[in-house]
């Protein structure tokens, strides 16, 4: 079983839809959760972190954790076309420097006017 | 806005030949990283560098790697005897602080092509 499991998509919505982008994962050290994104040849950016289950909202943003189901969601609203990026979920283990980001393999999204 | 820079944007070399990537991680970071995301692939860890020491380091990053500070901005990859396999964009990240809530600010990349 991989880490990390993320559908690659590609995943098309129509300018202003709801989006919904999930991430499952198996190892219940995982304490800490990222969104990436991902334009075409560039790196990644940080979207939101969070270390709590539950939601935290960030404008059009909003990022939600269980840990009990081992289960991260981003939640994109009012999609923009600009919003049309690999969107990488990441986590990490409990409180090392330097510590690994592990990552999803990443969703392409389209998201077209 | 402070970013990481990287150089070159794309490299080609010959099997067996050595590379060597470079970065400027942001001027007041401490933590230093190397990732790497083959095509099509999910960006892997390779290896993490904090006060002229690695930090952790994966599977992936053999014998045949290394890193290295070489003055007060530059943080470099060494791999000494490029693979075809080991084409991908390397990416390098920096942290402030290296905890788990600090962001990894990540650079725009270099491509490497091993033919």
């Known amino acids: 079983q991989k880490e990390v499991e993320q559908d690659p998509g590609p995943l098309s919505v129509p300018e202003g839809a709801i989006v919904s982008l999930n991430c499952t994962y198996s190892n219940s050290a995982f304490q800490y959760f990222m969104w990436y994104r991902q334009y075409s040849r560039k790196g990644p950016e940080l979207l939101m972190y969070?270390?709590?289950?539950g939601n935290k909202e960030d404008g059009r943003f909003t990022a939600q954790v269980d840990k009990s189901s081992k289960y991260i969601s981003l939640f994109i609203r009012d999609s923009q076309p600009s919003d049309s990026a690999t969107y990488l979920c990441a986590m990490t283990k409990a409180n090392q420097a330097g510590t690994a980001l592990i990552f999803g393999k990443g969703t392409t999204l389209s998201v077209s006017s | 806005e402070p970013e990481v820079t990287q150089t070159p944007s794309h490299q080609v070399t010959q099997m067996g030949q050595e590379v060597i990537l470079r970065c400027v991680p942001i001027?007041?970071?401490?933590?230093f990283y190397w990732y790497r995301q083959i095509l099509g692939q999910k960006v892997e860890f390779l290896v993490s560098?904090?006060?002229?020491?690695?930090?952790?380091k994966s599977e992936i990053f053999d014998d045949q790697f290394s890193v290295e500070r070489p003055d007060g901005s530059n943080f470099t990859l060494k791999i000494r005897s490029t693979k075809l396999e080991d084409s991908a964009m390397y990416f390098c990240?920096?942290?402030?602080?290296?905890?788990?809530?600090?962001?990894?600010?990540f650079g725009p990349g270099t491509r490497l092509t091993v033919l």
């Open positions: 990240a920096s942290s402030a602080l290296g905890t788990n809530t600090d962001t990894q600010y």
């Open positions: 560098f904090y006060n002229n020491e690695i930090s952790e």
């Open positions: 969070t270390y709590s289950s």
């Open positions: 001027s007041n970071h401490l933590y």
